[in-house]
């Protein structure tokens, strides 16, 4: 078979550019919602949205065959848990957020007021004691230039208010692409670029596709967890991130071997669906799509769990993006691997045939 041709345009570039700049914490997903379901709603038949933001885009709506391709939409966040009498807020963990690189972070307070400028202060180097100060949850606070908690209050700032760190989308070196919360919406580009592709291809599949992006993935696979009994697929294809094991301080023999540059990764789990993933493995080879291989044990950590123990079994597959410094805002992926995992869902959905049993014994 031949090699599918794929680069990411200028406009699909510019969607991303948009969508990542966007804020859109865990149990607060709907603006960025709302920007992938506008790009990708040309491409599709149908959508549906659920009660708590998941988005399903629908090509085929009326088969009976169900096919998933699935990112999360949520990134990491915080959450304003305390505001001292001088004004300073504490906070806790809105999923998994890392509490060592917040000190001299600049930050948005989403409140109804619209957002809220403020900063992770820290000690100056001058005054700290390295014993007692290290970064902790407990010692972390944000100034937003208050002096009292009824300044803060008067800013429309309290108690629950969601909390994201600042920043903006940037390339590296013209290969990366770089910025917060590409864990996962780097997931919602790629399959709202299959969905593009297969509309521009003028292809017809045999089977109902099911394009997710899930909400609340960072706090336990929630929104997948929804989904997946509304939905009841026949089949789940999850796309995430992973780590980029080569730069300093990680063990590649607890961590694995996995890399920018060398395509996506294909995971081995018990979760995973063994027949599921040998029809990626084979797209890849007929289409000379460069792949690596991954082992989780017992579970992925993704929302593929929620796909394969959810509705009685899903048979279900986890196709991953390598990525640098996850859960920082300045996470790395390779614009060439974003490519290859476009190709590569894409050559697997072409060789989806609904009336090939999935089961281990037939």
Same mark, same amino acid.
């Given at each position: 078979? $031949?090699?599918?041709?794929? !680069?990411?345009?200028?406009?699909?570039?510019?969607?991303?550019?948009?969508?990542?700049?966007?804020?859109?914490?865990?149990?607060?997903?709907?603006?960025?919602?709302?920007?992938?379901?506008?790009?990708?709603?040309?491409?599709? #038949?149908?959508?549906?949205?659920?009660?708590?933001?998941?988005?399903?885009?629908?090509?085929?709506?009326?088969?009976?065959?169900?096919?998933?391709? *699935?990112?999360?939409?949520? *990134?990491?966040?915080?959450?304003?848990?305390?505001?001292?009498? !001088?004004?300073?807020?504490?906070?806790?963990?809105?999923?998994?957020?890392?509490?060592?690189?917040?000190? $001299?972070?600049?930050?948005?307070?989403?409140?109804?007021?619209?957002?809220?400028?403020?900063?992770? %202060?820290?000690?100056?180097?001058?005054?700290?004691?390295?014993?007692?100060?290290?970064? @902790?949850?407990?010692?972390?606070?944000?100034?937003? %230039?208050?002096? $009292?908690?009824?300044?803060?209050?008067?800013?429309?700032?309290?108690?629950?208010?969601?909390?994201?760190?600042? #920043?903006?989308?940037?390339?590296?070196?013209?290969?990366?692409?770089?910025?917060?919360?590409?864990?996962?919406?780097?997931?919602?580009?790629?399959?709202?670029?299959?969905?593009?592709?297969?509309?521009?291809? !003028?292809?017809?599949?045999?089977?109902?596709?099911?394009?997710?992006?899930?909400?609340?993935?960072?706090?336990?696979?929630?929104?997948?967890?929804?989904?997946?009994?509304?939905?009841?697929?026949?089949?789940? /294809?999850?796309?995430?991130?992973?780590?980029?094991? $080569?730069?300093?301080? /990680?063990?590649?023999?607890?961590?694995?071997?996995?890399?920018?540059?060398?395509?996506?990764? /294909?995971?081995?789990?018990?979760?995973?669906?063994?027949?599921?993933?040998?029809?990626?493995?084979?797209?890849?080879?007929?289409?000379?799509?460069?792949?690596?291989?991954?082992?989780?044990?017992?579970?992925?950590?993704?929302?593929?769990?929620?796909?394969?123990?959810?509705?009685?079994?899903?048979?279900?597959?986890?196709?991953?993006?390598?990525?640098?410094?996850?859960?920082?805002?300045?996470?790395?992926?390779?614009?060439?691997?974003?490519?290859?995992?476009? @190709?590569? /869902?894409?050559?697997?959905?072409?060789?989806?045939?609904? @009336?090939?049993?999935? !089961?281990?014994?037939?």
């Amino acid at each position: 078979m $031949s090699k599918i041709d794929y !680069k990411i345009s200028e406009q699909a570039k510019a969607f991303l550019q948009k969508y990542l700049n966007n804020t859109s914490p865990t149990g607060y997903e709907e603006s960025g919602q709302r920007i992938w379901l506008d790009y990708i709603q040309p491409y599709i #038949d149908t959508y549906d949205v659920d009660s708590y933001g998941t988005v399903t885009a629908i090509v085929n709506p009326e088969a009976e065959y169900k096919v998933v391709i *699935e990112a999360h939409a949520d *990134e990491i966040s915080w959450y304003v848990s305390y505001i001292s009498d !001088k004004g300073f807020l504490h906070v806790i963990r809105n999923g998994g957020s890392d509490h060592m690189i917040a000190p $001299s972070m600049r930050v948005n307070v989403h409140t109804d007021q619209g957002m809220v400028d403020g900063v992770f %202060g820290w000690p100056a180097i001058h005054l700290r004691k390295v014993k007692e100060h290290q970064p @902790k949850i407990s010692n972390i606070t944000i100034d937003v %230039g208050a002096s $009292s908690k009824e300044e803060v209050e008067k800013m429309g700032i309290h108690v629950g208010c969601v909390v994201t760190f600042k #920043d903006e989308f940037f390339t590296l070196n013209d290969k990366y692409f770089g910025g917060r919360a590409l864990d996962n919406r780097i997931g919602g580009f790629m399959i709202a670029e299959v969905a593009k592709t297969l509309h521009q291809h !003028k292809k017809e599949l045999p089977f109902g596709l099911y394009i997710v992006n899930a909400v609340q993935e960072e706090v336990g696979l929630r929104g997948a967890q929804m989904v997946v009994e509304r939905i009841q697929p026949d089949m789940a /294809i999850i796309t995430d991130v992973c780590h980029d094991t $080569s730069t300093p301080l /990680i063990e590649v023999k607890e961590a694995g071997d996995t890399r920018c540059h060398l395509g996506p990764v /294909i995971t081995y789990a018990p979760a995973v669906q063994n027949n599921v993933r040998k029809m990626i493995i084979q797209a890849a080879q007929d289409h000379e799509i460069p792949f690596q291989r991954d082992a989780s044990s017992r579970v992925t950590g993704t929302d593929t769990d929620a796909f394969a123990y959810g509705n009685g079994g899903v048979p279900s597959a986890l196709i991953s993006l390598p990525t640098r410094y996850m859960h920082t805002t300045v996470e790395l992926v390779s614009q060439s691997d974003v490519e290859e995992t476009i @190709k590569l /869902i894409y050559a697997t959905l072409l060789s989806i045939d609904p @009336k090939r049993s999935l !089961k281990y014994i037939q």
